[in-house]
């Protein structure tokens, strides 16, 4: 870095070098043409003035007044062209016919719902024809009344100015015009004013005269209703509303084309001051301004003084509400939606907070609204009985159910609130640790209210905070890859950290999908028959011989061959692991690699039991690839992005490319199928809900990683995929049994509920349907088995087999690894 750094500093040397002797050389060309010219002007004007006083007296004023026109009009000329950088760079004839004005982005559903907006400035512009008429002549008749007669100077309003101006008043002349420049173009901030700028009093005198070659620039290029519709799009109301579209919205919570003469008149006095004049914070001062502003309507004779008596009557009515940047629907999807754009936007020079773009995305409002009324309704009850399960006690227990030391400390010691007292009371732990435990007001979440305000110290706040349960779902089309619903977390404010795509956790048995890949891709079949036996896998790890020896969930194993499509239906762990011996770790993470998983998986014998971390988003992926017949793709966010004029300039890579084969894939599908199917399935609770009139097949696979820190459930249909996960903030926040924490129990209840309302939808009804009874190609091998148990070889809750998928003896990862 640091030789790159002096290498362009020597560029930069050797390019001044070089050009400051070519002006050394120049100079004197430079300095004899000036003075050569000076010369010139000086002898025109002696025999100017010699001439002058030969003239009648009627004749000398007209010389006066055409020689004061021609020298205000060099006057304009040299400002404009800033000569010899003496007044600073003016807005040019390409900025103004291209302004660069920051706009909102606004992202749409793809069924034409907006979603929310990214913005910096909320400005979202709107045609002529989109303004109502009586705010129109409300803005002329206070701001331009000869708007429609002068040029972009109002030589009358500027005289009079004068005139005030001499009796000690104060009196503006800008025109509406002028102010587009000031609000567009930002003249006196933006644009320097040269060499002059820095004598006092000349600054503003120049950035005025920019204003007005700008304007009369602006006159020639643009009609009267283009002037009018570009400065109703760039004014500042106040309250982050920037725009008459997002001002009628944010004060009346209507359009700019149904605004009344009242409306109006307010919107049109904030303008004189936004603050001092606001509705909300100077009611009294905001109805003052109003007042006079239909005063002036009256005065222009737009309306009566009856009706303007009558107006004046009517107090303001607002319907206030400041739109936010996190305002709207999917904001864990927006969230990670512009952090996926940002390459995009690196290589191709695009803003999302400015640019005005129209952001299509694959996101169905409908299933959006149904997924997180899912997460939301499951998470209440889950939330009620993790409550009950730790009544009296904190759930941040180690495995001999003792509190884990510094669990709270050290979580403060990651907040801001901490990083502040740290850097007040320089490191001080008395001080620091004082103010933790200082109660204050503060708010929490709250299911019932959203938010609440209590008073506690930091300390007893991250107490309660870690007592919640936390949940994500995301739901796509395996056929195409577009994500139809995204619930990051089950609270956006308080837990920004999104659960779908950023974090990674065990996924227990639902990594079992792999595994039997594997197997297939190695020629087995749904219906090989292998035993239900313990096994030790001997492995070497960093130099040292290993045993490992899993069990299966209910702590025993049958001893009895049993076929695979029921070892997957049932989520036997000892014939996965046999599995995994046969095929080899390096073939399951191939194979997993292949059908959709990015995150780095580790090559040990237990990954084999899900215990390598990775994302819901990926792993759902994954389950599609196999619905849609092997073929594997990327997940689809966007389907086309907008530039401000309509123009395309974004459209996805739909590129597909084949995983495994047809074949294979079909028989991973009967093994999914198997779970409803076959005896002690894992995916049978089901069966439970109303799903099951609408003509649809469902398969799925549930999956617990150890202690019940994670529970998952990915459910499939013919057209449709959805995985939810549930566990804590932290691992070793977690439920203690099977009963309470399995997957089956907790995330397949979210799944059910979404697709409970997506197929009871009518307008939804695309995501219908079974998946097929013949296969495409021929299958070599047999598939159609099904399992006939004996009465006691089946648990009597079938869903216990998902009591905890991966092995006790799995290292958890660490505090400081679970987020980032």
């Known amino acids: 870095m640091q030789r790159k750094n002096t290498i362009q500093l020597q560029v930069v040397k050797e390019f001044v070098l070089k050009w400051w002797g070519k002006f050394l050389t120049l100079?004197?060309?430079?300095?004899?043409?000036?003075?050569?010219?000076?010369?010139?002007?000086?002898?025109?004007?002696?025999?100017?003035?010699?001439?002058y006083r030969g003239l009648v007296w009627y004749r000398k004023i007209a010389n006066i007044f055409i020689t004061s026109i021609v020298l205000f009009l060099l006057y304009l000329f040299i400002v404009d062209i800033n000569f010899l950088w003496l007044f600073g760079k003016s807005p040019g004839l390409q900025s103004i016919n291209n302004p660069n004005q920051s706009t909102a982005s606004i992202i749409y559903t793809s069924d034409g719902k907006v979603l929310g907006k990214y913005f910096r400035e909320n400005r979202t512009p709107v045609v002529y024809d989109e303004i109502s008429p009586k705010l129109i002549k409300t803005l002329i008749s206070t701001e331009d009344e000869r708007f429609y007669q002068h040029f972009g100077i109002d030589i009358q309003g500027v005289f009079a100015a004068l005139k005030d101006m001499a009796k000690g008043k104060s009196r503006g002349a800008s025109t509406i015009t002028q102010?587009?420049?000031?609000?567009?173009?930002k003249t006196r901030n933006q644009y320097s004013t040269g060499l002059f700028g820095y004598i006092p009093g000349l600054k503003l005198i120049i950035s005025k005269t920019k204003e007005w070659t700008t304007a009369v620039k602006i006159e020639i290029f643009y009609s009267k209703k283009d002037i009018l519709t570009m400065y109703f799009n760039t004014v500042d109301f106040g309250s982050n509303a920037f725009g008459i579209h997002t001002a009628a919205k944010t004060f009346f919570n209507t359009a700019p084309s149904k605004l009344n003469y009242e409306q109006s008149a307010t919107l049109v006095g904030l303008l004189k001051a936004t603050t001092t004049y606001s509705p909300i914070t100077h009611p009294k001062r905001s109805m003052e301004r109003r007042n006079v502003v239909l005063d002036n309507l009256v005065k222009q004779k737009v309306i009566t003084q009856h009706e303007c008596d009558s107006l004046k009557l009517i107090p303001i009515q607002l319907n206030y509400n400041v739109e936010q940047t996190y305002d709207g629907d999917a904001l864990y999807f927006r969230t990670y939606l512009e952090k996926y754009l940002q390459d995009w936007e690196d290589e191709n020079g695009y803003d999302i907070f400015s640019d005005g773009l129209k952001i299509f995305v694959t996101i169905d409002s409908r299933m959006q609204k149904y997924a997180e009324e899912a997460v939301n309704k499951q998470m209440r009850a889950i939330q009620r009985k993790f409550w009950d399960h730790w009544r009296g006690q904190n759930p941040w227990q180690d495995e001999n159910h003792k509190d884990i030391v510094n669990f709270v400390e050290d979580i403060a010691r990651k907040t801001k609130a901490y990083s502040i007292l740290s850097a007040r009371y320089n490191n001080n732990p008395d001080s620091i640790n004082k103010y933790l435990n200082l109660p204050h007001p503060t708010k929490v979440f709250d299911y019932d209210l959203g938010e609440k305000e209590v008073t506690m110290s930091i300390m007893d706040s991250i107490r309660y905070m870690n007592h919640f349960m936390h949940s994500s779902f995301v739901a796509m089309e395996p056929q195409t890859g577009n994500v139809k619903a995204w619930v990051g977390d089950i609270d956006f404010k308080f837990w920004q950290y999104d659960k779908v795509a950023q974090s990674k956790r065990q996924p227990g048995s639902t990594f079992k999908i792999f595994v039997y890949t594997a197997a297939m891709m190695h020629g087995m079949s749904p219906c090989d028959m292998m035993v239900d036996k313990q096994v030790t896998w001997k492995y070497t790890e960093n130099g040292q011989t290993k045993n490992w020896t899993p069990h299966n969930a209910n702590g025993y194993s049958l001893g009895y061959p049993v076929s695979l499509k029921n070892a997957f239906a049932q989520s036997i762990n000892t014939i996965a692991v046999q599995i995994a011996q046969q095929v080899g770790i390096p073939d399951i993470i191939k194979y997993a690699y292949l059908l959709g998983i990015k995150t780095k998986l580790e090559n040990q014998p237990s990954i084999c039991l899900g215990s390598s971390d990775v994302s819901l988003l990926e792993l759902v992926n994954s389950f599609g690839t196999v619905v849609n017949e092997g073929i594997n793709h990327d997940p689809i966010l966007i389907t086309r992005i907008e530039d401000k004029d309509g123009n395309v300039i974004y459209e996805p890579n739909t590129e597909q490319h084949r995983a495994i084969p047809y074949e294979d894939a079909w028989l991973m599908t009967e093994l999914l199928k198997g779970g409803m199917t076959e005896p002690g399935g894992t995916s049978q609770a089901l069966w439970g809900w109303n799903l099951f009139h609408y003509d649809t097949d469902f398969g799925g696979k549930t999956g617990t990683s150890s202690n019940h820190s994670d529970a998952w459930?990915?459910?499939?249909?013919?057209?449709?995929?959805?995985?939810a996960w549930v566990g804590g903030e932290h691992r070793s926040v977690h439920f203690r049994t099977g009963e309470l924490g399995q997957g089956s129990r907790t995330a397949l209840p979210i799944f059910a509920l979404f697709m409970e309302k997506v197929l009871a939808d009518k307008s939804l009804t695309q995501y219908r349907g079974k998946f097929p009874t013949k296969p495409k190609e021929k299958i070599s091998r047999n598939y159609g088995c099904h399992t006939v148990l004996p009465p006691d070889s089946i648990a009597s809750d079938s869903s216990t087999l998902e009591e905890a998928d991966t092995p006790d003896d799995i290292p958890i990862p660490t505090e400081e690894t679970l987020k980032e």
């Open 713 to 723: 459930f990915v459910g499939v249909t013919s057209k449709l995929v959805g995985g």
């Open 179 to 185: 102010q587009l420049v000031k609000n567009m173009f």
């Open 27 to 51: 100079l004197p060309f430079v300095w004899k043409f000036i003075k050569v010219w000076w010369t010139k002007f000086i002898n025109w004007r002696k025999a100017r003035l010699v001439r």
